[in-house]
């Protein structure tokens, strides 16, 4: 298993989507943005890893959990994830977090904000309940 490296001195390469900071309670987002930041849960290219799921050991899934915030319960935030579609399991046993939770730092706000009203005209589309 790779060592963790927490090393701080990188600035961060991604950082969470719309969908992410949109669908997931505050403590969800807390460990999104601690698995894309520089705290030892990129692989060698800096990108988010595939973690152990429920396997207490450095670098699992747990350890990040308590790395973003010790009150989190690594279950309960996996359930959320999964059931938002913001990561996969996999048979292996690993979690991987799917590409459209995550963007290149900076490129969210690059581009101008699109004007609902001139996209959809005065009635844009409501959100269901079950859409993610």
Not at 37 to 61: A, K, Q, V
Not at 76 to 83: G, P, S
Not at 96 to 114: F, H, N, T, V, W
């Amino acid at each position: 298993m790779m060592a963790l490296n927490l090393s701080n001195s990188q600035p961060a390469r991604w950082q969470p989507t719309e969908l992410v900071n949109t669908l997931l309670s505050p403590g969800a987002r807390q460990v999104i943005r601690c698995w894309l930041g520089p705290s030892g849960f990129l692989d060698d290219h800096h990108h988010p890893r595939m973690l152990l799921s429920l396997i207490n050991e450095p670098g699992s899934f747990p350890d990040l959990v308590h790395a973003a915030n010790a009150n989190l319960v690594p279950a309960v935030v996996l359930n959320e994830l999964l059931r938002k579609g913001i990561v996969e399991t996999l048979e292996s046993g690993h979690i991987l977090l799917r590409r459209s939770a995550y963007a290149p730092s900076g490129q969210q706000g690059s581009q101008p904000p699109e004007d609902v009203e001139d996209t959809f005209g005065f009635n844009p589309p409501r959100r269901r309940f079950n859409d993610i």
